[in-house]
């Protein structure tokens, strides 16, 4: 196993009191060498995204916006759940880098599995927006980038984000090499891209107070067989863990060891299919012991 993250993710800076903070990552960080687990799986720095690689996903009106809007200091907002400060920019850029890097490593063989301790998050941008704490679509961006090369003819991207992965859903929509499977609880936040008719996309709401069991059951229900007539050559996870019971920002009740239960499956999924080739990408994750807690049980059961 591999794990990218890149200092610029800890000097993206929110407004004062925002969920999605500096010490989520600073923190994890922290907890991962202080369980030795960084020092099995050291740390590499994340590469920035190229400019290629952003515009599969994104149009340039949408980083000439990104950009044009970076702050000279302080933080600013970009969306009313979104802000930027003066690397949030560079954050975004060495996020999706990191999913990209992450693919090219998979692919060449170096390592099957991948891990992105990156922020902002991703998997709400949509191709025109920056929101939901995110401004570019990081895992999208890695699916269009690993459909360039020839040992990958399809991708699916799993996502346990307690939140619906609109972004996600609307950049690869139109794309039917790209599977995407999200589980979120419903209705809740975002609302939109929700109600969808399209193939490859593969919805599972759960309502609030939702736990263990209605999400194996779910996920076995929704994602086994919609995995198996993909045939992914590649598996991207969109891995949020506001999911959690712990978590402040949502209502579904999930502990540790759905998330390793989550993986485990995702990890036999592609060792069955997609040449045990994983990266995965930090999403959410409010509370920071349950996000340390719930990303160790994921990389127990990734690597
Ligand atoms: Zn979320």
Redesign the pocket.
Known sequence: MKIYSHQACIEHEVSPGHPERPERLSNLLAHLSNIGLTHDYPLHDAPRATNDAILRAHPTSHLDHLEQSVPLDGVIPIDPDTWMGRQSLAAALVAAGAVCAGIDDVVKGSDSRVFCAVRP?G??AESDAAM??CLLNSVAIGALHALQKAEIGRVAILDF???HGNGTVEICKDHPDVLVCSS?QHPF?PHRFYDSDWPNIINTPLPAGSGSYEFRAAIERDWLPAVAAHQPDLILISA?F??HALDP??ALNLEDDDFRWVTELIVSLASEHANGRIVSAL????DLDALNSSVTAHLGALA
Not at 283 to 286: H, L, N, P, R
Request: charged residues 15%; glycine residues 22%.
């Open positions: 998050p998997h709400h939901g704490f984000d307690v939140h979120f936040y949020g506001d999911a920002l949502a999403e959410g994750g409010y």
